[in-house]
């Protein structure tokens, strides 16, 4: 079948193009290239009105506190302290040591008498099984053996040295616990400790060379890890997180990830 435009006569070879308002040229023997120009440039104009962008049926929903306009100034992404199961089992294991040996300090008496029978009970198991004792503790030891062994005074001193090893054990943990936080920026990691003291260290982003992360046994079963970060710079300190809520941490940084995202989908509109 012949194409449309080739039995096409205008009334007027000066009409004007009803699709870009121009004049057209008098048809002569072109006429079919005048009107596959026309069509060609209905199909760029086509193309450029596909082109647009469209609305958005689900628009971008509003940050908390932030601004997509200040989107590129520093803000933290995730801020917090270690988990709790993190440092529980380290505070009640130091917390009943000082309290063991502050009861065996406290009741230096019997436990004296306690200590030397244990010690007449060892001696004779040993020797029941052909082990010279009286050899190796020698005269002195027998004879502090046969005066009483343990008095209450050597229980208490060492029961109450054994208590404050204990009590600072139990003291540097709460001290982990209670008066350390981590904060995760744009720009910086940074850590404060100290319960009474605080002290901050802060290591921008740009100058980590590496992330270690090690989780153990008892940290994959309550959901807390330890990271590791080591600077760029030869002879820094690495920064060390413990006890960091993966959970926590995870979730801030892929929210943190969606505005990111949803910030260059923004800024190309």
Do not use: K
């Not at 270690?212 to 330890?226: C, D, E, I, N, V």
């Amino acid at each position: 079948m012949e194409p449309w435009y080739n039995s096409y006569a205008p009334s007027n070879e000066h009409d004007a193009c009803h699709t870009c308002g121009a004049h057209q040229r008098p048809r002569g023997a072109n006429g079919m290239t005048d009107v596959a120009q026309r069509l060609e440039r209905l199909e760029a104009m086509t193309r450029d009105v596909l082109s647009l962008p469209l609305a958005s049926p689900h628009p971008i929903p509003a940050r908390d506190q932030r601004d997509h306009a200040v989107s590129s100034a520093e803000h933290t992404i995730w801020s917090g302290r270690p988990a709790f199961f993190s440092y529980a089992p380290g505070v009640l294991a130091a917390a009943g040591w000082a309290a063991v040996w502050g009861y065996v300090a406290l009741q230096s008496q019997e436990m004296a008498w306690y200590g030397t029978q244990l010690l007449l009970a060892l001696e004779e198991w040993l020797t029941s099984l052909g082990v010279p004792v009286e050899q190796l503790l020698g005269s002195d030891g027998r004879a502090w053996l046969a005066t009483g062994g343990l008095t209450p005074t050597v229980v208490q001193t060492v029961g109450g040295l054994l208590a404050l090893g204990g009590v600072w054990g139990l003291l540097r943990r709460l001290r982990h616990a209670v008066g350390t936080s981590y904060q995760l920026t744009t720009r910086h990691l940074t850590v404060q400790t100290g319960l009474f003291a605080a002290q901050s260290t802060q290591l921008a982003l740009q100058h980590i060379a590496h992330v270690r992360l090690r989780q153990s046994f008892r940290g994959r079963l309550w959901g807390y890890a330890q990271c590791r970060f080591e600077p760029s710079q030869s002879g820094a300190r690495a920064m060390v997180w413990r006890g960091v809520p993966i959970r926590q941490l995870t979730t801030a940084l892929l929210q943190d990830a969606v505005y990111a995202a949803q910030d260059a989908a923004t800024a190309r509109r």
